[in-house]
């Protein structure tokens, strides 16, 4: 059995980041020099204009009086425009877009790199990320990349490589793994790592919900057009929910066990009441079991299915205790020889990360999380693997695979016609 304080020592040593207190940043790191330090203006471009990308842009403007949006991209004007009046609206003195510095198509990204910005803010759906942060590392530029980082091995493997480029260059790298950054899960992984209730062997994760957005097909779109402007339900582009939203509870998972990496997963999952055409080729449903060392056993469940009940918790057992989170109900909760209950400060995650991020790049003392959201990234890509095939499948063989969804980079085009296989059958589809 693995002790406290080697869960404690392999988790420092995996992270490389100060759990004690509220900060992911580095160990050592100094936050009154960052705020006392110069405030010379940070120039902020946005690559994917979509809802997630204005409100990541606001939080971080609302992180930095200092920070200014100088230049947006997106791969359709419409969605750059919207996003940029709804900015304007929030925070007109820091957003400084000019006719100019608006870039629209396959190349925005690029032309945002090379428009003098230090800061890029990554939300394009995730597909195009492992392709957009290996751009942004290469300029020099420091990051805020949302999750998850990819949506197969290949892309996890480009990520990985170019967050070890972005750590030579000395390059602030922040993931969009909100729950990070909340403080009373912050408290409560802490106590875990500590050893609050001993020993962690089993860690079970829920998130159940219902229906999501769609957006009917128009006459003048392309096939290449009505995939991208509906993006969750191609696996190609989102990953499958899995991987584009219930990474999340698997990072939560990840974090209660250290961050240490499974041996192999078994699962299943499928379509039962999102069977139409309009929902693509991603699932419904998925449960899978994340097997690690000394027996240790990582379990998720999720739907996304109309009219059934709703949830969003993850359930921690250790060898003399029991540790709770429920979002729903704000539980933050661990149960042993004494309960504990967090009664501290609240925040909101999503502008915490921006203003670590702008912290970290105004005192010069880098934060990296590139290997972490690489590796959550990749848990829920297994969870998928194993999901679509039903076979058990281990963590190098995932991994190592050479299985890439979608069409290469090089390749997109209005007119592309991408290949969309039909939803995948456990026992039959081949993910390896």
Same mark, same amino acid.
């Given at each position: ?77 419409? =969605? ?152 969750? =339900? ?199």
């Amino acid at each position: 059995m693995i002790s406290k304080k080697d869960n404690r020592r392999k988790f420092l040593k995996s992270t490389g980041t100060a759990v004690i207190g509220s900060s992911l940043l580095p160990l050592g790191f100094n936050m009154q020099a960052a705020y006392g330090a110069r405030r010379e203006p940070l120039k902020v471009g946005l690559i994917g204009c979509g809802g997630r990308g204005t409100g990541a842009a606001a939080q971080a403007l609302k992180a930095d009086k200092d920070a200014v949006l100088t230049c947006m991209g997106d791969i359709f004007s419409d =969605y750059l425009e919207e996003s940029l009046q709804s900015l304007k609206k929030i925070n007109p003195e820091q957003v400084k877009v000019d006719g100019a510095h608006k870039f629209v198509g396959f190349d925005a990204y690029q032309q945002v790199l090379d428009a003098g910005v230090d800061v890029v803010i990554l939300t394009t759906p995730p597909a195009f990320r492992p392709a957009h942060f290996k751009a942004a590392v290469d300029a020099g530029k420091h990051v805020f990349c949302e999750k998850p980082v990819a949506v197969d091995a290949p892309g996890v493997r480009s990520v990985l490589a170019s967050a070890k480029k972005a750590k030579e260059k000395g390059l602030s790298v922040v993931s969009g793994f909100t729950f990070r950054y909340d403080f009373p899960k912050r408290a409560l992984f802490s106590r875990l790592q500590e050893g609050a209730i001993g020993d962690i062997t089993t860690v079970f994760t829920a998130r159940n919900g219902g229906g999501l957005w769609y957006k009917p097909r128009q006459d003048n779109w392309t096939e290449m057009e009505y995939q991208l402007r509906n993006w969750y =339900y191609y696996d190609w582009l989102s990953g499958d929910y899995i991987v584009e939203m219930m990474v999340h509870s698997l990072d939560m998972m990840s974090w209660a066990l250290g961050d240490r990496l499974p041996l192999r997963a078994t699962g299943t999952g499928g379509r039962q009441s999102r069977t139409e055409e309009q929902w693509g080729n991603i699932y419904d449903h998925f449960a899978i079991e994340y097997e690690y060392e000394n027996n240790i056993k990582g379990v998720h469940f999720s739907r996304q299915q109309k009219g059934c009940s709703n949830t969003n918790k993850v359930d921690i057992a250790g060898t003399s205790g029991f540790a709770s989170v429920d979002i729903g109900k704000r539980v933050h909760a661990t149960m042993g020889e004494d309960r504990w209950d967090y009664k501290g400060e609240y925040n909101n995650p999503y502008e915490t990360q921006h203003e670590e991020l702008f912290a970290s790049i105004r005192a010069g003392q880098p934060m990296n999380e590139g290997e972490l959201m690489a590796n959550s990234t990749m848990l829920a890509i297994l969870g998928r693997m194993v999901g679509y095939s039903g076979q058990t499948i281990t963590w190098e063989e995932a991994m190592n695979s050479d299985h890439k969804l979608g069409p290469a980079a090089q390749d997109y085009r209005w007119d592309l016609v991408v290949d969309v296989p039909p939803a995948a059958v456990p026992g039959v589809t081949k993910v390896v």
